[in-house]
Each structure stands twice: as C-alpha cells, then as structure tokens.
C-alpha cells in the first residue's frame, strides 16, 4: 500500500512522502479504507516549521518497525493544521478538554466515523519523564480496539456529544462600550510585565493585537498608561533576542520572559502583524513628524521587517510563502535549532577580527558562556551606557549578515496561506505609504493580485492555499476571508483603486451568506456548505492571529464605513457582541476584538481625499495625512471629484478650486478642509 502525499501541495505533507507509513491525506477516502478494514484512524497533525513535528518525524515515522507496526494496525492520516485549520481545531478541542493542553504534533486516534477516543501531542520512541513511548501508545490503543470495541465506540460517542453541545457564551449583540473597554484596559495592566514588557510569564509571545488595541485606546481617550505599555512592550521585543538583529522580522515567541532566546521559526502571519503595529506606534509616537529614539526605532523595525518579508518570504508568484523553519544544518549534517542565527564569540572573531569581535559582542550581548545553547548567543540589544560609532556598528551589521549568508539556510514552506497574505497586503501596504516606500506598496499589490487570480473562483470563493501557482483543494475558512477582505481595503485606501474594495465586497457577501448565524449574528470558522466534521468549529479568541470572528468583524465595519453598507455594518456590531463578553475577562485573548470595538465606538471615522490625482502633490499632502491620522480604524477614500471608483467620492467637491478632505462619522461631517494640518488635528483620536 504506497504512501499517498507525494501528489500533495502543502510542504508539511510533502515531507512525509517518503516515509515508510502508508500515510493517506484527510479525505473520505482514508475513512473509508478504515470502515472496510476494520482498523482505527492514527490522525496526525503538524506543520512545516514546528520543530517537535521534525523531531518526532525523525523518531517514529522514519523508523521501519514502526512504520510497520502502524501499517498493519491503523489507516495514518496527517494533516497540515494550515491548509485545514477547521479539522485541527475540532480535535485540538477534544485534545484540550481531555488532557487540559494541546500543542503540535497532535496525535488523535479516530474511530472510522472519524470520533476522537484517544489524544496526546509529542509521544518519545523510548518511555521519557512519565511519557509513554509511541509504541506503547500504539500497543495500547490497539489491544483496547480490539478488546473493548464497544467501550472505545461509547467513549468516542460521548466524546463527540460533549463537543457538539459544548457552546460559546456569545454575550448578545450588542458591541462594547466605554466601560467595557475600560475594564479590558484594567485587565491588561493587571497582567502586565513592568520590568520586560509584554504579559504573562514564559513562553512569551508578541501581543501584536494587543498593542493595536491599546494604540486605539490611547488615540480615542488619551489614556498615556496604554501608550505607555504598547511602548515599552515594542522596544522590549525590538531590543530582545526574538528579533532578529541582523536580517529583520520576528521569531514565533521567546522560551523566556526576558525575550531573550526565541523558538526561531519565523511566521508571516507574526511579521505581518507587528510590521504593521510598529508602523503604527511610529504613527503614534512621531507628532507632527517629529521623531524621538522611541519613534525611530518603531520606523527601523517596521521597515526591517517589511524588507524581511518581501526578501525572504516572497515567492516567484507574488505571494508571500508561510514560514521559515526553527532548524537548520549546523554546518556538520546535523539540523540544530536556531544554528543560523546563534553565535559564539568565536565565530565572531571568525567573521570580524579580534578588535571588532569584541565591541560586536558588547553591543549585541554575546558572551562567553552564551545566552543560548552550546556556548552560542542569540544577539540582542540590551540597553547600555555610552554611545557605539554607528558608521562602525552598521559596518560589523553588514559583515556578519554576510557571514550569515554563507551558513545553511533555514527551510521556507512555500505554500501560501490566503489569511496570512491578507495581513502582509495589508502591512506593506500602509508601511509603504508612511514611509514612501513605493516598492514596499508594490509587494501588496502582487500578493493581491495572485490572491485573485489564483484563489478566488469566478463566484468570488476563497482557495484557502496555493503553491507553485497552483491553487489547493481547500476551501477558505472564515479568518481568510476577513484577512483577505482587510487586505483588500488597505490597498483600496492607500491606492485609490476602488477595484479592491470591490474585491473585498465579494468576499464579505461571502461572510454574510454563508458564516453567519442569522439569529444570533454569531459566526462560524467555517461556510454553511463546507465539509461537515464532527462539530462546526466556532472560536471567537485571537491567538496567534486574529480569530476568523474578530477579522471577519473588522473588515465589516471598515467595508461599511466606506460604502455606507447596513447589513455589513449591523453584522460588525452584533458580532462584537462576543467582545463585550469576553473583553473584561480575557482581554490578551480577543486583542483584535477589542481595536475592532474601538474603532466602532470611533465611529469610524470617513475619510474623503479630492483632488486633480494622486500625481498632485497638495491631493498627495491630505491624503498622505489622512493615512497617518490615529483615530481608530479611520478609512480613506482617494480620487477625482467626478470619480465613480469609491462611493465615499460622491457629491465631494473641490473647494475654491483646490483639493480638499472631507471627514464624517455618525452620519455628520465637518466643514471640508484644504489644509493638511486642520485634518491633522481633526484626525487625531
């Protein structure tokens, strides 16, 4: 029986077409195989980058007997949790609930009807710290399927009756107002962490959501505490060692609190995000253009990361690729993870003689015992007294990113996700527009423009993945079509094409169709006619991305704003309900939710740009100002009075001959102005 992925897009699968498993995809198929066998469904789930998903790989998988324990015993299905999110989150419920964590690789045994009995994530080959190993998992699950079927069957029913009534308190409809924000706020200040920024304990992980929200916050009210916090947390992450100091961009999260070692796999759906929050501290912070250290360091590493993005992420089409691995060769055969980025004083001295080793080493923090592994350190930049020549810094910056060049590279998985395209389109975007970085807006517009001929199908649904030009089986969940949707009115904002807001209408029909309860208003990951699994998933929590939920409901709100549009308006609010629900409570959990409900309670704010055109440098000034206004979710309309593109244009005349700015909200507007500084103040929270 041959193994069944080599024919797949996703490189996770990709990776395990030459094991001796018979491994099969997710498809009916494979559950036929197992009712017409009479074995039970091994389901295995992981992605390209995560390293303990390589590890057990090399462990399990790759070994024969096991392989040919597993073969003769069940019907293997591994699943890469990108390409089918919906059919990982349903059992990493179940996995949760059970075991009270969850994690990848997730190891879930199935009966044929695809009911989850047994769970666990990483199982070791040998017994190891109260673990059992794989193959006594196997033996296990084995004897007890064939011994105590009827037991196995009664508890895989139970378990899946238990998920299906298991339902979220989604709070009512209506959105959160000012004391529900206010409380979120307290809720943040509570857990956070004064001395190294951010929250919680280790592992930490960026809170780019959060920090919108509290950007948001402090636009609308003025509040310096949530400044303060968003602040600090981004020179902290900037400074600290999950940054990467030399080629830009952002690691998964840091193992410490202190922000020191990072798990190194690089994320776009991260770099996104905060490439985007950075850019809009900057926009904060810089007041009238007049930039501090804090702003200017909130500009570098928004650009760092956005060039990061676009060298090293984006693929020949013009999408940007998932992900760069944690591991790579260490130069001896053997993938070690962060090998690419770590480093030991003497490799410096390698890379940059004695003298200029030593001031590398003091001004990014390497030492001789090391920050990492092995003697080696991940290079920070912790705050220190007395001043470095920068000429000679950015000189031993240039050499060892050279080094570094010549060192095994990481590996890419070169599939592309549609959610996380649309949070790199909508990124690039705006960070090319503040910073006139015209090629930076080029990238957005390829990745958009790959996104609709190759994912979208003549009735505007979503591929959720593509690679090598070629679009997945997959259909789009709920989180592509809102990041996709955001994308879209970015571009349409800082382009003036009112194309992409056409693009992004289609998309939230979709929404309203098809993942909309229409009773409730609460929303589902996935479309009414999608594939039935043994619960229709439904999670309303940002994690490491925004929820489908949060994302969907932003984009509404921004699509309504800029068309007038009620049904989408009325689908935001309601949906915020969730987050007048969970916001007081769990506020580093719905981030997202929260910076939408501010710009709810904004208004948002309508923004009309008229003018000559975009080659028109006084039409460029307001427009340029409208884009760099705080006020919470503010959208942007650009073009010629008589233009029928944006329908925010309408009846918008010139005043005295010259372009001018009109800005609305709550169905009133201001007296139209002509000049940049009035719209400035006008736009500023």
């Not at 003697?375 to 007294?385: A, I, N």
Request: glycine content about 10%.
């Amino acid at each position: 029986m041959p193994n069944r992925l080599a024919h797949e897009t996703s490189p996770y699968l990709l990776q395990h077409a030459d094991n001796p498993v018979d491994w099969w995809p997710w498809s009916a198929e494979a559950f036929e195989e197992a009712r017409k066998s009479g074995k039970p469904v091994l389901l295995s789930v992981g992605y390209s980058s995560c390293h303990w998903c390589h590890v057990m790989a090399h462990e399990s998988f790759e070994d024969q007997e096991t392989a040919d324990y597993l073969n003769a015993h069940y019907v293997s299905v591994k699943v890469d949790r990108e390409e089918r999110p919906d059919v990982d989150a349903v059992y990493m419920e179940a996995v949760q609930a059970a075991t009270g964590q969850g994690g990848w690789p997730m190891t879930v045994f199935l009966t044929p009807d695809a009911e989850p009995f047994y769970f666990g994530t990483y199982f070791p080959p040998a017994p190891r710290q109260g673990m059992p190993s794989f193959r006594q998992v196997l033996e296990g699950v084995r004897s007890a399927w064939a011994d105590r079927r009827d037991e196995v069957a009664d508890v895989a029913a139970k378990i899946t009756r238990d998920l299906a009534e298991r339902e979220i308190s989604y709070g009512g409809t209506e959105a959160p107002g000012e004391e529900e924000l206010a409380q979120a706020l307290l809720g943040l200040t509570r857990e956070y962490d004064p001395q190294r920024g951010g929250f919680g304990g280790a592992p930490k992980f960026p809170p780019s959501m959060v920090v919108e929200f509290l950007l948001r916050h402090h636009a609308r009210t003025g509040a310096e505490g949530a400044l303060q916090m968003a602040q600090d947390t981004c020179e902290r992450m900037a400074r600290g060692g999950i940054y990467d100091q030399l080629g830009g961009g952002f690691a998964r999260y840091s193992v410490d609190r202190d922000w020191v070692v990072p798990h190194f796999e690089k994320m776009l759906y991260d770099n996104a995000l905060l490439c985007r929050v950075y850019a809009h501290l900057w926009r904060a912070t810089a007041r009238g253009g007049a930039a501090d250290e804090h702003s200017e360091l909130a500009r570098r590493v928004a650009l760092e990361t956005a060039d990061f993005m676009v060298r090293e992420l984006r693929t020949t089409e013009g999408g940007f690729a998932s992900a760069l691995d944690a591991d790579s060769d260490d130069g001896t055969g053997r993938h070690v993870e962060g090998a690419y980025y770590a480093w030991t004083p003497e490799q410096l001295r390698e890379a940059l003689g004695d003298e200029d080793a030593e001031l590398a080493a003091r001004h990014f923090g390497v030492t001789e015992e090391g920050t990492f592994e092995h003697g080696s350190s991940v290079l920070q930049l912790p705050q220190q007294d007395g001043l470095f020549d920068a000429e000679k810094i950015a000189s031993i910056h240039e050499r060892l990113l050279r080094q570094r060049g010549t060192r095994p590279a990481p590996g890419r998985d070169d599939k592309i996700v549609a959610a996380w395209n649309g949070l790199a389109i909508a990124a690039l975007a705006e960070t090319g527009a503040y910073f006139d970085r015209p090629d930076l807006v080029e990238a957005a517009l390829g990745a958009g423009d790959l996104l609709v001929r190759l994912h979208l199908d003549d009735h505007a649904r979503l591929a959720r993945t593509s690679k090598d030009g070629k679009a997945g089986v997959n259909a789009g969940v709920l989180e592509d079509y809102g990041d996709v949707a955001e994308g879209f009115l970015a571009l349409a904002s800082v382009t003036g094409e009112g194309v992409w807001l056409e693009f992004a209408g289609f998309l939230l029909d979709h929404v309203l169709a098809r993942f909309v309860d229409a009773e409730s208003g609460a929303l589902y990951d996935t479309a009414a006619d999608a594939e039935q699994l043994i619960r229709r998933p439904q999670d309303p929590t940002d994690n490491a991305a925004p929820s489908g939920w949060s994302a969907a409901a932003g984009a509404l709100l921004s699509y309504a704003a800029q068309t007038g549009a009620e049904p989408h308006r009325a689908a935001a609010v309601k949906a915020l309900g969730v987050v007048k629900a969970l916001g007081p409570r769990v506020p580093r959990f719905i981030g997202w939710g929260l910076a939408v409900a501010e710009a709810n309670l904004d208004g948002p704010r309508e923004v009309a740009i008229v003018g000559p055109g975009l080659d028109d440098e006084a039409t460029r000034a307001l427009h340029r100002t409208a884009l760099l206004g705080t006020a919470p979710g503010a959208v942007v309309a650009v073009g010629t009075p008589d233009s029928d593109e944006l329908p925010l244009l309408a009846d918008r005349p010139l005043v005295g001959g010259e372009p001018a700015a009109y800005v609305c909200r709550n169905f009133t507007c201001d007296a139209p102005t002509t000049d940049p500084e009035r719209l400035r103040t006008s736009l500023s929270g």
